[in-house]
C-alpha cells in the first residue's frame, strides 16, 4: 500500500520564478496538508485541503497557493520565488479533519532551492 | 496561539548512555500529543499519541510520557540508529471545526558507537 507520494524530490529554481510542487495522499486519506520545513526548524503549517477545498490557512502570504482535485491528490504553486522560500516542503494526508488518532502520515518532502 | 518548545535542541550521547528529550507546550484543549522521529531529508515519521496526563506508551527502546504540562521521550540503552531527528506535536481544535497539529522544532539526537 503506497504511502504519500511527493514529486518531484529536488527542485532548483530562480528568485521570481514559480513552482508547482505535486502530492498524492496515502490509500483511503481525502485531506491533505502542506507544511513548510525550513533547515533546523520544526514543519510549519501552510494549508489544509479538504474536499477540494481550502480548509484552513497557516501565517503564510498569498505567493503560496494550492488545489486539491476529485482524486485526493494536491498541488502547493508559489509563485515569485523568494531565496527564504528555500527548504523542505512536506505533504501529509489523514482521513476527515480529526481529530488524528496517529497524526498525519507524511511524504519524504521535495527539497526546493532558490538562487 | 499554541506553542510547543523542544529542549535540548541537539543532544549527543554514547551508545548506551540513556536519556530524556523535553517537549513543553501551551495549547488550549488539547487532544493529543503526538512523537514522530525524522531522519535526514526525509518526512517525519509517527511514533506515539498520548492524550491524558499520566499516560504513557513505549516502543522498543522508547517510552513517551505525558503531563498536563510537557511530555518526555525517554531513550533507554540507545544505539546508533537512533541518531535522528524527533518532533513533538500538539493537536487541538482550530477554527472551522478542524485540527491542525503545530510542531515543536525539534531535538537532533546523534549516538555514538
Known amino acids: 500500500d503506497a504511502g504519500v507520494t511527493q514529486s518531484p524530490t529536488h527542485l532548483i529554481k530562480t528568485r521570481g520564478q514559480q513552482v508547482t510542487l505535486r502530492c498524492s495522499p496515502k490509500?483511503?486519506?481525502?485531506?491533505v496538508s502542506w507544511y513548510q520545513q525550513a533547515l533546523g526548524q520544526g514543519p510549519q503549517f501552510i494549508f489544509q485541503?479538504?474536499?477540494?477545498?481550502?480548509?484552513q490557512r497557516g501565517n503564510f502570504p498569498d505567493r503560496f497557493s494550492g488545489h486539491q482535485f476529485p482524486n485526493y491528490s494536491s498541488e502547493l504553486n508559489v509563485n515569485a520565488l523568494l531565496l527564504g522560500d528555500s527548504a523542505l516542503y512536506l505533504c501529509?494526508?489523514?482521513?476527515?479533519?480529526?481529530?488524528?488518532?496517529?497524526?498525519?502520515?507524511f511524504g519524504s518532502g521535495t527539497r526546493l532551492t532558490v538562487v | 496561539e499554541d506553542q510547543v518548545t523542544q529542549s535540548p535542541e541537539a543532544l549527543r550521547l554514547q551508545e548506551g548512555e540513556s536519556s530524556s528529550l523535553n517537549c513543553s507546550y501551551t495549547?488550549?484543549?488539547?487532544?493529543?500529543l503526538f512523537w514522530y522521529r525524522q531522519d535526514p531529508g526525509k518526512g517525519p515519521e509517527f511514533l506515539f499519541t498520548?492524550?491524558?496526563a499520566g499516560e504513557e506508551k513505549e516502543k522498543e527502546r522508547l517510552k513517551a510520557t505525558l503531563t498536563k504540562k510537557e511530555s518526555f521521550l525517554h531513550i533507554t540503552a540507545p544505539k546508533p540508529e537512533d541518531s535522528a531527528t524527533y518532533l513533538c506535536?500538539?493537536?487541538?481544535?482550530?477554527?472551522?471545526?478542524?485540527?491542525?497539529?503545530?510542531f515543536g522544532r525539534g531535538t537532533s539526537l546523534i549516538v555514538h558507537p
Open positions: 501529509a494526508s489523514s482521513s476527515g479533519q480529526g481529530p488524528y488518532s496517529y497524526g498525519y502520515t
Open positions: 490509500s483511503g486519506h481525502d485531506t
Open positions: 485541503y479538504y474536499e477540494e477545498e481550502e480548509r
Open positions: 495549547v488550549s484543549g488539547l487532544r493529543g
Open positions: 498520548l492524550y491524558s
Open positions: 506535536a500538539v493537536q487541538a481544535p482550530a477554527s472551522g471545526g478542524s485540527y491542525i497539529p503545530t
